[in-house]
């Protein structure tokens, strides 16, 4: 089945303990993405990935980091979370073969609480 | 400054009835608009893509329209169900790069 997977589904931990967010497709999609959804806002971007190896900034990439060392994985890097990045966060992923015209597929969301 | 703004924010209806989502946008280049339909607490899932030539583009129950001129679009869900509420999401893409603009999203709940 084609799935993006992100893993935790549920995550609490302390301020300042770095924490790994993973995400993997089966796609083969060149694409793929971190979001962050906070009530009452729209999903803003964290950082994204057009192929492996190449990474860029989001609109809101600051206390997070990622690397993008095969096409299928994209983890997600806390390095010290902070109560401000309490959030629910999406990964997904796209193929570029029809340039910006493909649907995103996303994960089913790791809820993250730092307190 | 490129936005996406999505009205109402919530919405209330009876089941097997009508309703109308709408979307305006400020976006440049404009590439595409999507929709997304997000259940609570799931991840979005895509409904439609509409380019600049397209008016008009349905997906079952769900028809989507695009004025390009006036940078309006509208979700048009038939014969509601109690499946049909969670939020949906107007997404504007500019560019070439994937550049995607997220609206805020409608909170449709459908009432049996």
């Known amino acids: 089945e084609a799935q993006v997977t992100q893993n935790p589904r549920y995550l609490i931990t302390v301020t300042g303990k770095k924490l790994t967010v993973t995400c993997s497709q089966n796609?083969?999609?060149?694409?793929m993405s971190w979001y962050r959804q906070d009530p009452g806002l729209g999903l803003r971007q964290i950082y994204y990935?057009?192929?492996?190896?190449?990474?860029d900034k989001g609109d809101v990439p600051e206390g997070y980091k990622v690397s993008r060392k095969e096409k299928r994985n994209f983890p997600l890097i806390l390095e010290s979370p902070s109560p401000n990045q309490t959030s629910l966060y999406f990964c997904?992923?796209?193929?570029?073969?029809?340039?910006?015209?493909?649907?995103?597929?996303f994960g089913n969301g790791t809820r993250l609480t730092v307190t | 400054k490129n936005q996406v703004e999505q009205s109402p924010q919530s919405l209330i209806i009876l089941e097997g009835k009508n309703c109308t989502l709408q979307?305006?946008?400020?976006?440049?280049?404009?590439?595409?608009l999507r929709w997304y339909k997000q259940d609570t607490g799931r991840g979005p899932v895509s409904l439609t893509i509409?380019?600049?030539s397209e008016n008009t583009k349905s997906n079952g129950r769900y028809t989507a329209t695009l004025d390009a001129d006036t940078k309006q679009s509208s979700l048009h869900i038939t014969a509601s169900q109690l499946s049909d509420s969670a939020s949906y999401i107007c997404?504007?893409?500019?560019?070439?790069?994937?550049?995607?603009?997220w609206g805020a999203g409608t909170k449709l709940i459908i009432k049996p």
């Open positions: 796609m083969n999609h060149e694409y």
């Open positions: 509409m380019t600049f």
């Open positions: 997404v504007v893409s500019a560019g070439s790069n994937y550049q995607l603009i």
């Open positions: 979307c305006n946008y400020t976006v440049s280049p404009f590439s595409n």
């Open positions: 997904a992923s796209t193929s570029l073969d029809r340039g910006t015209g493909s649907p995103l597929h």
């Open positions: 990935s057009m192929n492996v190896e190449v990474t």
